[in-house]
């Protein structure tokens, strides 16, 4: 079984890698404990199943959802940007993050499949996973400006 530190590990390196890459933000882990998502939030999510089963998901407020899309999409903040965009640019967000914990866990955990990920928005979002489940969760900041939440729960299968 992969332990928390490890999956921790994987998915602030994971999501480094994407937002350094992909959208050109630099993300970083936040000292502040006590930092709260309000207002209206995005919720992208994408599950995972085989030798480990679980559901890895991006939080953040629709100011933040938006300058990712802006910068994913190569396109300036004050642009009209849809909310179509949005959702679809945080849904490839968490899939690529999820990509990239996977590679770095795979050797520890086995076979994992992926599914589609699923974009809600709405206020007080949570990822529940039910009985017998870790949690991994990391608050991060964007730019100095924006916060998020990147969580993972996960179990091992129930096969």
Known sequence: ????????????????EVF????FMDIDESIEADQTLEG????GSITFQGDLEGRLTICCGLPC?????????????SEEISEPEICDAIGEI???????????????????????P???????LQ?????????????????DEYIAELSVLY?????
């Open 20 to 23: 350094e890459t992909m959208v």
């Open 94 to 116: 968490v899939n690529m993050i999820v990509g990239a914990v996977k590679a770095r866990i795979q050797d520890n955990i086995g076979t994992i499949q992926v599914s589609i």
């Open 40 to 43: 209206d939030t995005l919720l």
């Open 155 to 159: 179990r091992e299968s129930r096969d």
């Open 127 to 143: 990822n529940t996973l039910g009985d017998k489940a870790y949690k991994v969760l990391v608050k991060t900041t964007f730019e």
């Open 1 to 16: 079984m992969v332990d928390e530190v490890c999956i921790t590990d994987a998915l602030l390196a994971g999501a480094k």
């Open 65 to 77: 959802a938006k300058t990712i899309a802006a910068n994913m999409l190569g396109r300036e903040l």
């Open 118 to 124: 699923t974009v809600v928005t709405g206020q007080g």
